[in-house]
Each structure stands twice: as structure tokens, then as C-alpha cells.
């Protein structure tokens, strides 16, 4: 299976000069990309000028040409094209050598600033941009938390607060949908499969590329006007919105859809045909499950999400009418298409992120999962409810009261998936010797958060308490404790889990502890008192708190400190850690999954020989004390850390 | 992190057909959906008749005769690429490629054609529900006709430089996308044309 191509490949290893660096990269992608953004937007804003009988240009499809024209220019400048024309134009097929090269093969850390194909280059930037979306989106958090410290206009007007508010949001879900299918589904599954790649290494880069593209959009908002639309952007608020800073956020939405949409078929493909020998269905570590279930469920919710969009740029760039009653539209029509992919989203949220504190519960635990089928089970019965249950969030809206019933009642059904899955996680802890470490404590916060977040959740599905508790600050307080709570929880317990696999580097556990309670206290105490100031009946979307909620917000934001400062320990920890860090050993943690059977850093086609699976890598047995430098072991020695494989 | 291991290893040629099916599928799926979404969305607003301004008196569908005409090419391009693609996904076999020829020129007219008939509707402001769901299923239905035409070129570029041998699974995944941008064209399309 495998051919040696020295020769050819020493073609590649000669010293590139500054330009064949540069050409194709990240840098001639952006200044192609604001080049043909900036020629293709004057010469629209010239063309609707001519066209209006008034000789205003048309803002919004400005906007529109020119998000198109940097998306395309940019992927012409970093290369992305590149492969498609010589797969159709090429005398020959792509050489090992330009295979090698493609996957960042000698070009140092200049290889995640290009469009290499190495799956572990591209989970690593799927890693950093998450971070980077963290930080971003918890600024406006913060800002947030700022202005509702105190009554009154402290910091911002009222429209400057709501696009803060729906930028923080659509950030936030964006970074949440990708922290781990991004990272952990591209750096980690494939190697917990026993594959040498992605299924298609240049479409994997492509998902990748468009994200970063896509960044820019979104925040290009603050410069073109903002958008007050909330994270969902209703219509018909968003085809009236006059700014195109609502052009921004379809168009990001749009380019995510598609981002998305790709790289959850190239992990979806990779799962189903590249698992290696024995890799069968019944041996797949749950966290492969848990991003396979989660990316399903995105390739079906997102055409919906991206053809809602469409209609949206329709009606501001065309004047067309979807969503106007005016002319026939209907706002309806907006909530049905968005939440058939908004409640989904949730899970695609939600459900890798269980899925890894139940990985990482057994490692800790040092005893076999319990209940394994079930796990898969619930996780099924999780995704399959959760495209029939969106009708919840129209409860209040007046459109369809007949179906308020059984959106209700299979609302309510998800909570018995659920309930076997904290079942399983709650019964592999039971009587497990627990070696309490970051990844650890994450855990126990997710199985806290998410107890909270779930159990309010039931007075959100049940009518007659929505009637009350819609469109306030309680929901705002239930969907932080699911999404924070259960899926970003869950994120950071990947995090310090496989970052000394990814990165080669120990992170600080003392920093990591530090980040934790910070975070884990600040977080709690921040929305439990949002809990209470939803029962007093605070809306949502309100800049200036009115008298009776303001002792309730002036300590949220209290608390709130506490998480800005746990954000800066977690920061430092990385930054020290890259500088200083110690490097990690290929099995840092005891594990048996497959990832930890190679060294680390990983080599770049990972394995040297395809290993062949006889098990399920959950058979741990009792802690026997571990040798010296070897970290705990279990009981069948070094031998027993990787049952997994034969060879 | 060092890319020690320099060896470069071939997939095994099941493997690459499994995956090239299961992408395309998978890509057939997703998009699938969004068609779907078109249509749901398009019968909702029509059940809806908000305001009873869904279609006001004036409104136009497109011409059916260039859609029709647009629609039959579709289907002489699908047959050809049939009679292409039955050869040319067999092992050894390289099919006539003068049929996949036809087949993508076909196409190509069929997208010029759909792009014609989107750009020449003079819908006027604000353009009712009813024609907003025309203007979408033709503009929606052009571009899949030119990402088809694309794949189409790129193909027949692979064959013109020889390298369709040893990748007979290329024509058959082709050949799943060329029917599915048919098949949804004209499904758009029957639904269009009998949207009232």
C-alpha cells in the first residue's frame, strides 16, 4: 500500500525564495482579495449610480459584489483554484512530490499560513481561529456586561448595544459550531480512525480558507453600519434594516453555510470509508461519534440557514418580497426556515461536546465506558428529535397554535436521550478511581452546567411557562447554560485534553485550574443571577435596565469579571506554554485511542504502518502504579495503554 | 512539529471510489435540502396569501416557452451523458466522447439559456411574493446549470489530456451530479410552472 518517493521528493526540499513564498499564501490572498473587492465594489457602486433615478448607488449590492469578489480573489491569491484546474487540465496526475508539497512537507510554521491539505495543519488553524472567534465574541460580552452593570446609557447608544449584542451572538455560535468538529474533527478523528488523511485533503483547506474569509465580513458590520438584528437576524427587521451592515451578516452566514457544508461531508466521507482495519462501527471512540452525529445534522440544517440568507440578500439587493406582508411575504416564513436549522444548530453545538467528556471521563475514570450503545443510542435519538421539535420557538409568535402541542410534547422527548446520556457519564465516573486533572474538572462543570441548562429548558418547552418566561432574560440564562455551560465546557475539556498532541506542548495545569474555577465560578454566578432577573421579568434586548433588575445585573456583572479574567489566564497559559512549555509525550495522558499510539509531534502521513483494531479502546482495568516517567498506567503495563491495535 | 516520515502512501482504489461516491451523495443531500427549502418556503407563502398580496393583478411568471426549451435540453443532456457515462464508467472502457461533448454543450446552452431568461424578467419594485419566488427558482436553478457546465468542462478537459483510465469512478460520480442538476432543474421548474 505504500510507495517511497525520495527522489521525487527532493525537489521540493530546495530553499523557496521570498516570492514562490509569498505566491500562493495568505498574504497575496488578501491583497488579491481586497484588490478584486475594491474594483469589482467601484465599478458596481458606478453601475447602480447610472441605474437609480435618483443616482444613489445601491449600498447593499455593493456590499454584496464586493463580499463575492474578496471571497473569490482571495481563494485565486492563496491557491485554491489551483488544484481544481489541473485536476481538469493537467497532462498528469499531481506527483508525490506536489502532494507532499501541498501538505506543508518542510515549510515550517509558513504551512498554516498557506493552503496545505495536511489535516493536522488545517485542525490546528480550525484551533486557533476558534480562539480567536472566543476572544472577539467575548469582548462583546463583556461590553455587554458593562452596560447593564449600572441603569442608563453608560457606555453605548441604543443601536451601538443591540449590533454589539447580535455581533457577540452570531460570533459566539459560529465559534461554538466549529471548536470542535474545526479542531478536533480534523486533527484528531482521523488518526482515532487510523487514517493517514481526510477523505479530501483539498477540500478540508477549502472549509478552512472560507472561514478565514469569512471573518472579515462579519466584522466589516462595524464599519458599514452594524446590523441590530440579533445573532438570527429576523426578517422582516433585517430587510429594513437600512445600513448594509445586515448585507455583512448574511453574507458571513451564507459563506459559513458553505464552509460548513463542506467540511462536514469531507468528515462524514472520511468516517465512512477511511476507517482502518478493524475500525468497525462498534469500535469507533464515542467523540468520532459525537462529531459524526453533530456534522450530520449540520449538512442538513444548513441549506435551510443558507437559502433563508439568500431570500434575505434578495429582498434588500432586489426588492423582492419574502419576507414583507406588504407584498405577499411573510415573517413566518423567516422563523420556520431559521429555526428548522437554529434548533438543530444546538445539537450540532452540544453534541461533540458531550461526546468528548464522555471520552475523557473514561481516561480519567481508568475504567470502561459504561453503556456504550447507549451512548450512541442517545446521541441518535438526540439528532432525530432535533429536527422536528423547531415549532418551539414560534410558540409566541402566533403562527400555527395547532402544532404548539406536539412541537411541546417531542420537545420534551429529548429530554430521555439526554437523560441516558448524563446516565452513561454519571456511571462511568461511578466507582472509577478519578485522576482529577483540567480536562477533568471540565467535565464535572459540563455534567453541572448542563443539569441547569436542561432542567430550565423543560419551563421553555412547556407552554404555559414560555407564555411567561419568552423573550426575557431567563432564556437568555438557559441557552448560556447549554451552550456555554454544556458546549464550550465541553470545548475546553478537548482543549487541554489534545493540545499536548496537537501542539507538541504541556500546557500550565496550575494556569489551567486557575482558568477553570475562574471561569467555572464567574460563568454559574454571572447567569444564575440573569435566572433571577428573567423572573422578575427583565426582557432581552434592552440597553438601559430598568430599576427593579438592577441589583441582579450589577452582580452578573460582577461575576462576569471573574470569567474576563479567567479568558486572560487561559490566554497567558497558551502563550507561555508556546514559548516555554514543556514538550508532551506521545501518550500524555494514558489513552488508548488511537492518536495516543503515535509520537508526538505528528508525523505527517501519521502512521508508519496502518494499525489493524481489536477492540474497543475503553478496556481499562485498575490503576496498577505506574513506572517511572510512564504516567499511570493500567493493568496490562505500557502494553495495555494501546489495546486498541494489533500492530 | 516536524513532518518526520517522508513516505507517501497510495490509497487503496476501493477506497478511492467509496469516497468519491460518498462525497458526491453526500453533496447530492445537502443540496437536496436546499431545493427543498425553495419549495416548502415557495408553498408556504402561496398557502399563506398574506394580505391577499401574494399576486396582485399584473404579475408574470417567466416565458414557459424558453423554459421548456431549457427543460428539454436538459433532458438531451442527460441522455447524452447517459450514453457517454454507461461506457465510460466500466473498466477499459472509454465511452464516445463525442456524447459527453454534446452532452456539456447542451448544458451550456441550457445555463445561457436560464441566465437569458432570469436576466430579461422586468419584474418592477417591490417585486410581489409571487415573482420573488420566479425571480429565485430561475437564478437558483442558472447556477446549479453553470456548476454543472463547469464540472462538465473539467471533465472533458480530463479526457482531452487522457487521464479518464484507471478513474472510471469519476465518470460515474460525475454522472450523479449531471442527473441530480437535471432531475432538480426540471422538478424547480414543473413547480414553477404550476405555481399559481
Do not use: C
Not at chain 1, 455593493?62 to 484546474?85: D, E, L, T
Not at chain 1, 469507533?284 to 440578500?313: E, R
Not at chain 1, 429582498?315 to 418580497?321: E, G, L, P
Not at chain 1, 426556515?337 to 452540544?350: D, K, S, T
Amino acid at each position: 500500500m505504500s510507495s517511497t518517493t525520495e527522489s521525487t521528493a527532493v525537489t521540493v526540499d530546495k530553499r523557496p525564495n521570498l516570492i514562490s513564498r509569498l505566491i500562493p499564501s495568505v498574504v497575496s490572498g488578501i491583497v488579491l482579495g481586497v484588490i478584486g473587492a475594491a474594483i469589482v465594489g467601484l465599478i458596481v457602486n458606478k453601475i447602480t449610480t447610472a441605474y437609480s433615478p435618483d443616482t444613489v448607488p445601491n449600498d447593499n449590492a455593493v456590499a454584496a459584489s464586493a463580499f463575492i469578489a474578496w471571497v473569490f480573489f482571495f481563494m485565486i491569491g492563496i491557491g485554491a483554484f489551483n488544484g481544481v484546474f489541473e485536476w481538469g487540465f493537467s497532462r498528469h496526475e499531481p506527483t508525490p512530490a506536489e502532494e507532499m508539497h501541498m501538505a506543508g512537507k518542510g515549510q515550517g510554521l509558513w504551512r498554516y499560513f498557506r493552503y496545505t491539505t495536511d489535516h493536522k495543519v488545517v485542525g490546528v488553524q480550525y484551533l486557533a481561529t476558534t480562539l480567536a472567534l472566543f476572544f472577539v465574541g467575548s469582548l462583546g460580552a463583556f461590553s455587554i456586561r458593562l452596560e447593564q452593570s449600572r441603569p442608563g446609557a453608560l457606555f453605548f447608544n441604543p443601536s451601538t448595544y443591540n449590533t454589539i449584542v447580535s455581533a457577540h451572538g452570531i460570533i459566539m455560535i459560529v465559534a461554538t459550531i466549529i471548536m470542535i468538529t474545526g479542531p478536533v474533527g480534523n486533527f484528531v478523528v482521523p488518526i482515532m480512525i487510523g487514517a493517514r488523511d481526510m477523505a479530501f485533503p483539498r477540500l478540508n483547506a477549502l472549509s478552512y480558507w472560507l472561514l478565514f474569509v469569512d471573518v472579515p465580513v462579519i466584522l466589516s458590520t462595524f464599519f458599514l453600519g452594524g446590523f441590530q438584528t440579533g445573532w438570527f437576524g429576523y426578517a422582516p427587521i433585517a430587510d429594513q434594516q437600512l445600513t448594509p451592515g445586515q448585507t455583512s451578516y448574511d453574507f458571513f452566514i451564507i459563506i459559513f453555510a458553505i464552509s460548513t457544508t463542506i467540511a462536514a461531508m469531507n468528515i462524514m466521507t472520511t468516517v465512512l470509508v477511511m476507517r482502518t482495519r478493524g475500525m468497525t462501527w462498534g469500535r469507533l471512540p464515542v467523540t468520532v461519534w459525537g462529531v459524526l452525529f453533530s456534522v450530520a445534522l449540520g449538512l442538513m440544517a444548513f441549506p435551510f440557514f443558507l437559502m433563508v440568507q439568500v431570500m434575505v440578500v434578495l429582498d434588500r439587493v432586489y426588492q423582492t418580497s419574502f419576507f414583507l406582508a406588504a407584498s405577499g411575504g411573510s415573517n413566518f416564513l423567516y422563523e420556520h426556515l431559521f429555526w428548522f436549522f437554529g434548533h438543530p444548530e444546538v445539537y450540532v453545538i452540544v453534541l461533540p461536546s458531550l461526546a468528548v467528556a464522555a471520552e475523557i471521563a473514561v481516561v480519567f475514570a481508568r475504567k470502561p465506558v459504561f453503556g456504550y450503545r447507549l451512548i450512541i443510542a442517545s446521541m441518535l435519538g438526540i439528532s432525530i428529535l432535533s429536527v422536528i421539535v423547531w415549532g418551539h420557538h414560534l410558540y409566541t409568535s402566533g403562527s400555527q397554535d395547532p402544532l404548539n402541542i406536539p412541537f411541546m410534547l417531542d420537545t420534551e422527548l429529548i429530554s430521555i436521550p439526554t437523560g441516558i446520556f448524563f446516565l452513561a457519564l454519571v456511571g462511568t465516573f461511578w466507582r472509577g478511581k478519578i485522576w482529577v486533572t483540567v480536562p477533568t474538572l471540565f467535565v464535572f462543570a459540563v455534567l453541572v452546567n448542563f443539569v441547569i441548562g436542561g432542567i430550565t429548558g423543560v419551563y421553555l418547552a412547556d407552554l404555559p411557562t414560555d407564555e411567561l418566561l419568552h423573550g426575557g432574560m431567563f432564556v437568555t440564562a438557559h441557552f448560556h447554560f447549554t451552550l456555554v455551560g454544556a458546549g464550550v465546557f465541553g470545548f475546553f475539556a478537548s482543549f487541554y485534553y489534545w493540545f499536548p498532541k496537537m501542539v507538541g506542548k504541556r500546557l500550565n495545569p496550575m494556569l489551567g485550574q486557575l482558568h477553570f474555577w475562574l471561569f467555572e465560578i464567574g460563568f454559574v454566578g454571572t447567569f444564575l443571577f440573569l435566572f433571577i432577573a428573567g423572573l422578575q421579568g427583565e426582557p432581552r434586548w434592552s440597553a438601559n435596565i430598568a430599576a427593579p433588575f438592577v441589583t441582579a445585573n450589577t452582580v452578573a456583572s460582577l461575576f462576569a469579571i471573574l470569567i474576563a479574567v479567567s479568558v486572560f489566564v487561559a490566554i497567558y497559559n497558551v502563550v507561555y506554554t508556546l514559548a516555554r512549555g514543556e514538550a508532551a509525550e506521545a501518550n500524555e495522558w494514558g489513552g488508548k485511542t488511537l492518536e495516543w499510539t503515535v509520537p508526538t509531534p505528528v508525523p505527517l502521513e501519521n502512521f508508519e504502518e496502518l494499525p489493524v483494531v481489536t477492540s474497543l479502546p475503553y478496556s481499562y482495568g485498575e490503576l496498577v502504579p505506574a513506572t517511572e516517567g510512564s504516567g499511570p498506567v493500567t493493568e496490562g503495563g505500557v502494553e495495555g495503554v494501546q489495546p486498541q491495535i494489533e500492530s | 512539529m516536524s513532518t518526520s516520515l517522508e513516505q507517501v502512501y497510495e490509497l487503496e482504489p476501493r477506497i478511492k471510489v467509496a469516497r468519491a461516491r460518498a462525497g458526491v451523495l453526500l453533496l447530492i443531500i445537502s443540496d437536496a435540502l436546499a431545493v427543498i427549502a425553495v419549495i416548502a418556503g415557495s408553498q408556504y407563502l402561496q398557502a399563506l396569501n398574506t394580505e391577499g398580496q401574494y399576486r396582485v393583478a399584473g404579475d408574470y411568471a417567466p416565458s414557459f416557452v424558453a423554459g421548456l426549451l431549457v427543460m428539454i435540453g436538459l433532458l438531451l443532456s442527460g441522455v447524452a451523458y447517459y450514453l457517454w457515462g454507461r461506457r465510460a464508467s466500466k473498466a477499459g472502457e472509454t465511452g464516445q466522447t463525442l456524447f459527453l461533448l454534446l452532452s456539456l454543450l447542451i448544458m451550456l446552452v441550457a445555463a445561457v439559456g436560464e441566465t437569458w431568461i432570469g436576466a430579461t424578467l422586468r419584474y418592477g419594485v417591490p417585486i410581489q411574493a409571487f415573482e420573488s419566488i420566479h425571480l429565485l427558482i430561475t437564478w437558483f436553478t442558472a447556477v446549479h446549470l453553470w456548476l454543472a457546465a463547469i464540472i462538465g468542462i473539467l471533465l472533458f478537459g480530463r479526457i482531452l489530456r487522457g487521464r479518464i483510465a484507471g478513474h472510471e469512478f469519476v465518470a460515474e460520480v460525475s454522472s450523479w451530479w449531471w442527473y441530480y442538476t437535471v432531475v432538480a432543474s426540471i422538478l424547480l421548474w414543473l413547480f414553477a410552472t404550476y405555481l399559481t
